[in-house]
């Protein structure tokens, strides 16, 4: 057997203008995978790359539904309804040396939205453009209306990563569930391995909506949105089903939900987790719930997306013996390593 | 002006059988206490002290709504509707070397409800006797049906701090509400000074639930619960109002909701954090809307209980220049490192 | 037996302007009754009749938390925990020949409310007063910024019917939970019996909250308020369970439920008239909720309050052979027959 | 100009096997149509017809996602997003002299779902066949395990009505939207005309999931489900936008939404309301709220779908002077009823 990690297929993928995929489902694959490929993909902004100075409104540089551009989608070949995804994130690192949020009409948490309709005008639009200082990883804020320089940890991410849904169903690339897709979590970092459930031939993987941080819950709607330079291994892992996405980091068990209410998406992530447990590793579901209801973490991802998206998290060190999909996360580490 | 530090009023409570409260409002004082004052108490677990074995099922040992036992209420003088209780909390032990979780029928995030109502019969009712060594402040788990034992760091806490609510009411102090109560939250530890809105003379100030250990969103509704010997510092801030519980600890600002659904204690909390910057740091809520949404922590507290509670927690390494409060939490700090 | 119809114990109560009550619970008996007696009361407007004229603004007018005004309680002679208090609405009768409608700022269905936060400023305030012409039974409203007069029938209800809540709390008169209280449905109009599961001693019940009419939902939040004359006649089921306030009409039998999200006031009326069915009339819990599934009328009460409350109702005509509390409905519409 | 009623183009549809639509968008149409079109069409039941007796379960008899057939979709000449469909309903008569209704697993308002994740067991699965007496316009019920035989009016509707969805989305037939789809309300019914957007090219109209009668809410998931003879009108209204499905009867305006929490769906309704009289009676915003809240009717539709479903209903007999879609509905009428 040939070690992937010592001659790894390495795909680049610089989408053209016209190359972008708005939606999980129903866009043609960019490109067939074999299991083990790693992508080297550039993805534009949640914007297109449309909002630079604090003028670009999004309500007048953006046309729906032509937002959130995904880079792919990826055919993996071999890979087959009830089997999982596992892209391992080797690296996610901003393009650019300045990011963009926005208030948009009608979005986001603390503002009626056409789902929590109600008769207020909207709140006004404004746009942010925070420097990116990628040697010292550094995001810098000024203020709009008031006297205040801020300085954040860059802490780079995707917010949309999905496959193909299932159901024969096609869902705009803003839209979390099942699937993956606009989970919208600070968890979906470098150095983590994400799950997906494939429920269809191929699995049609894509990936967008860089962020250079976000804070959990994505209050307002938009993160500090830039293009990134992402390096993924895709592997396949058969006849392993994943419900709803997982995430695997070096320190922690992640199972995610997405729903409305979002005491359901709540109820939905520690759910996974608790069965996740019992099935890889040999626990009881109600043991499972005692310890999870002691030990797990719950940071809120998005609470401003068509659906919501909680995460539940769990110390890898307080696990039963046992390892989930094998040991794959730590192969994946590895084979990232012997990229760089 | 003498230094409260020098030389603090300590008050010892140690309440008997029929001393404790089983509301917010509507139980008559159990002593006056200036502001200043210390206050060392016990508190008894939320099964008021009940459950002991594994054979002790809360439906046959319980009798509602004789739970949640609070030590309280204290009047404290000169508080009136307007004002703010800042009550500090120097430590936080368990009074025990074991304490009691448990499932309860019809109650926690993952099983039907008296208000998530259907038709399913209940789960089966299950306790766990967790250890706790004090010594090395651990708390070690053993399964039921699982071979699992595991040992999780002990980090207590207080689900239940809280003052009379306002509208005339008197709530069960099963319930989270403006008012505090059973927020069930993992913030409210040792070092941090929480901030209640007084709504009646005297504040009526209580708490209860002790937790050696929690995690967010208490999935199943029950802790790892046990009785605690507390010392807190209750201060008051005249004319400074404080519409929903807040916390702040060295490192944060934590902000609270507690509604039902669960995006409306989201709402809540990051609202009035955006509030708190902008009424103490001077910044725009447009500005802080967007700061939040960047930087802000959202884990869960609840997702159990008659109101589920979120928080909104921001570094304070990260705020505008100003201080909220006058720095009376550093000052309580230092009170408190007196006390030891 | 003496036949009670024949000679009721009739009670007339005028409040005078201290004698409301504000609460549910925690307001000493305005009267102690025995079952059987006939309370002919006068009840004030949701805004102590404080709003008269298009000028007399909420927020300017109304002190919180002084707002619907109970009249009651009434200590009912045996009734205890575990019993049902039968209500009877013989007749309610507008007293004025106008009635007000207004908006609230934070208040109502298509508003940012406290618990829906958000960062918009409140919606206008408004005023509209309506004619009532009580010879014709009809309700005229006049727009404020539109060509617009409209003439409605008159179908007058009461808000706010309740008992002192479970659990040793005190309920502000303005929230609908299993106690009953401010459930806004226009289902308890004249004709109707409301049963209402016993928490305390002498059941404790009031009422007040009068609406000329009102439509599903009391989406701005407030009705065609008006003070009402009424008659009720207050029996008392022994031993007879009520989990949640249930209605019947000479047509069906109403469940209700009240909770956030509204989905669970769904959940639990719908579960409860499955219930009613299965305890009353001898049928599965399955065959139930297939024929309520098939069958029930589900049209909702308020979206508004603290709790929404949806109402489940089913044709008499459809029940399987049996009948609920003995018949006690249709004797109550014997006795207010020969009252008049 | 001729007169459709006279001579219109009537189309007839009678799908094989394997014709049916399984969602709204990405299918490709079965045929395309002039506005003014007559459909004569078949549809199948939301099984497809699999389940024909007590032993027929829908976790074995039916296979996902090949659920709830829809007949279409149509191509509607000319029809461009930012346009409105008007679809009237003719007649509605079920196909068969049986129904089939069911509890489904993890499906339903009293069950733990997928969503509304617990850890029950599901309920047990069930099947119901009701006899239809098409003549006397009746539906029979014999109960499984009670004895219990019940007759209800027949009033034969559609549950699933739609277009393909916007932002380039294809949604599978069991889920209600702002396209339309599976919204389950009792309201769509003969004579009643619904009105949906146009998002796409030729509209791309379906509709399927014919009920013999539902309750309001679907309580358990499933209606009496029947094959359906349903004769319908396709019209085109050039240049008018409808953001969320409206119907129009002889009777009433009806508003719907559907969205999670079902407070959301409310909102949307009533907003969708209010904004229709503001739109085509001049009248403004705040009267409109106003006079919906005193006025509006609002049955539940679907409390167990993706989505769930509120109408709002408001009586045309108390609409401002002025009409809605230059009178088509009445026009309609006129054209269905020379059809006869």
Redesign the interface.
Do not use: K, M
């Given at each position: 057997m040939t070690d992937p990690a010592a001659d790894p297929h390495i795909l680049t993928i610089r989408p053209g203008e016209g190359d972008y995929a708005?939606?999980f489902?129903?866009a043609p694959p960019v490109a067939r995978i074999a299991p083990g490929t790693v992508l080297d993909v550039f993805t534009e902004d949640c914007f297109g790359g449309r909002v630079r100075t604090t003028e670009d409104l999004v309500s007048q540089v953006c046309e729906?539904?032509f937002v959130n551009p995904q880079t792919g989608p990826f055919y993996v070949e071999g890979a087959e309804p009830g089997d999982t995804l596992a892209v391992h994130f080797v690296s996610i690192e901003p393009r650019r040396d300045w990011a963009a949020?926005t208030?948009v009409p009608l979005f986001g948490?603390?503002?009626?939205t056409?789902?929590?309709?109600?008769?207020?005008p909207p709140?006004?639009e404004?746009v942010?453009i925070w420097q990116l200082d990628r040697a010292r990883r550094l995001?810098h804020?000024s203020?709009?209306?008031?006297?205040?320089e801020?300085t954040?940890p860059m802490d780079p991410m995707h917010g949309t990563v999905g496959v193909a849904p299932?159901?024969?169903?096609?869902?705009?690339a803003?839209v979390p569930d099942a699937h993956g897709g606009n989970m919208d979590t600070p968890e979906m970092r470098a150095g983590v391995t994400c799950y997906l459930g494939v429920n269809v031939d191929g699995a049609l993987f894509s990936l967008g909506d860089g962020h250079a941080?976000?804070?959990?819950?994505?209050?307002?709607?938009?993160?500090?949105e830039t293009a990134m330079h992402t390096v993924v291994i895709v592997e396949l892992l058969k006849h392993v089903a994943t419900p709803w996405p997982r995430l695997e980091s070096d320190t922690h068990l992640v199972s995610t939900?997405s729903?409305?209410?979002?005491?359901?998406a709540?109820?939905?992530s520690?759910?996974?987790l608790?069965q996740w447990l019992a099935r890889d590793y040999?626990?009881?579901?109600?043991?499972a719930?005692?310890?999870?209801?002691?030990?797990?973490?719950?940071?809120?991802a998005n609470?401003c997306d068509s659906n919501?998206t909680?995460v539940?998290k769990l110390r890898k060190e307080?696990l039963?013996p046992g390892r989930t999909h094998g040991g794959l996360h730590d192969e994946l580490r590895a084979r990232a390593a012997a990229l760089r």
């Open positions: 708005w939606t489902g129903g729906f539904p949020s208030t948490a603390l503002t009626a056409h789902a929590t309709a109600a008769l207020h709140l006004p404004a942010w995001c804020f203020a709009r209306d008031s006297e205040w801020l954040l299932a159901n024969l169903e096609v869902r705009s803003l941080r976000q804070g959990e819950g994505e209050t307002c709607g938009v993160a500090v939900g729903a409305r209410p979002l005491e359901d709540f109820r939905i520690q759910l996974d608790i040999g626990v009881s579901e109600l043991d719930y005692q310890v999870v209801t002691q030990a797990v973490e719950s940071p809120l609470v919501y909680c539940a307080w039963p």
